[in-house]
């Protein structure tokens, strides 16, 4: 009697609803994999080892390193972000019918696709998903300008930025928001000021995502942390929808990452990199953590500042600060094993997304 109480409580069922989500999602993910990965084979999508950085100069000492992953297949990401957008529109259109026609009623309830807390990230996750698709194909056909292929820097860099200006501009013209939370000091409107941090914090995700994905495993495992901590940020803000999002998020990731983990069945890819990128941006946005988010995701601030740091230094004072940049493949000039860089950034990824979650929680309204 107590049990069937129990059941009863909001809170119980918008629990189920996330964690069920969540569930779907990776065991989608999982069914559709094997079909993907096939053709991804058949048709010899595999990734072509760059042999020169973004200024032109060669990558020797990484080149040598990865030449064993040339021809593994790419674009693994448009699971992930397929499989979100299927599920979002089958719980809207499709769950409901079931439930009717079952008499399952809860099934109904598993619908997440709210246009005030979905839509935004929805269209993020596929458009930055579609460009990075575009990416990759010029990348493995070698098409484009770019030598060896694929966008160069600055076109795919343009393409983030109006993306990420039309959601700020969304935000801030249409749905009136110009407030920057600071978790345990409160809410500070800074006005247009808005659209600029806007624009910031997608770039930031969105490029520092794909500069972190370089190893197997490393940036998949993150970013389901990553996804997992806002997914607790948003049902602790009562944006249950939004929650239930983040946790098919973190389902796709976490399917994409039993076939990820060293040696790689596949890549993720630019674009899964780049759209989950920008859709970890905006759901940051879309719950107020704009700054909660440099903290739990702080390995980005590291891989990012570390790209900056040596690109400036190599310039201005022609000498490396680090032996390889991003920060991972410094590590492998070290010595380091690829399994062992991977495991302790996931290991440092919990603690700061841990410590970032608490700090959200506690510092709401405030």
């Known amino acids: 009697m107590q049990f069937a109480q129990i059941q009863t409580i909001p809170e119980v069922v918008n629990v189920l609803k996330v964690l069920i989500t969540g569930l779907l999602a990776f065991l989608l993910a999982f069914a559709i994999t094997p079909l993907w990965t096939h053709l ?3 048709y010899k999508f595999g990734i072509k080892i760059k042999s020169k950085d973004v200024n032109g100069e060669k990558l020797t000492f990484v080149s040598q390193l990865h030449a064993h992953k040339s021809g593994t297949p790419t674009m693994g990401g448009v699971i992930m972000w397929a499989t979100v957008i299927i599920l979002a529109f089958s ?13 399952i009623n809860f099934l109904a309830r598993l619908d997440f696709l709210s246009r005030k807390e979905v839509w935004l990230p929805l269209f993020a996750l596929a458009s930055a998903g579609v460009l990075g698709l575009f990416d990759d194909v010029m ?3 070698g098409w484009g300008s770019n030598k060896g292929g694929g966008m160069r820097f600055a076109m795919r860099f343009g393409w ?7 959601g700020g501009w969304w935000f801030y013209y249409k749905l009136g928001w ?10 500070f409107s800074i006005g247009l000021w808005y659209i600029p941090l806007f624009i910031f914090v997608i770039l930031f995700s969105a490029v520092s995502s794909n500069e972190t994905d370089g190893l197997d495993g490393l940036n998949g495992g993150i970013l389901l942390l990553a996804f997992f901590s806002f997914a607790i940020i948003a049902f602790f803000e009562n944006k249950v929808n939004l929650a239930a999002f983040c946790s098919a998020m973190s389902g796709v990731t976490l399917a994409f990452l039993w076939f990820n983990i060293a ?3 596949f890549m993720m890819g630019d674009t899964g990199a780049m759209s989950l990128g920008t859709t970890l941006g905006v759901i940051a946005m879309l719950t107020n953590s704009a700054l909660v988010l440099f903290l739990i995701v702080f390995i980005y601030v590291l891989e990012s500042g570390s790209v900056a740091i040596q690109l400036t230094s190599k310039k201005f004072f022609h000498r490396k600060v680090f032996l390889a940049a991003p920060l991972h493949h410094h590590f492998e ?6 399994c062992k860089i991977v495991m302790r950034a996931w290991i440092f990824t919990m603690m700061t997304a841990l410590v970032g979650v608490v700090i959200a929680i506690f510092g709401m309204g405030r």
């Open 178 to 187: 110009d407030v920057l939370h600071i978790p345990a000091f409160g809410d």
């Open 139 to 141: 990348s493995v056909r």
């Open 160 to 166: 983030l930025i109006a993306i990420a200006s039309a």
């Open 263 to 265: 040696p790689a069945r």
């Open 333 to 338: 000039a070290k010595g380091w094993p690829e």
């Open 91 to 103: 719980s809207h259109f499709i769950f409901p019918f079931l439930a009717q026609f079952f008499g």
């Open 40 to 42: 991804l084979y058949k």
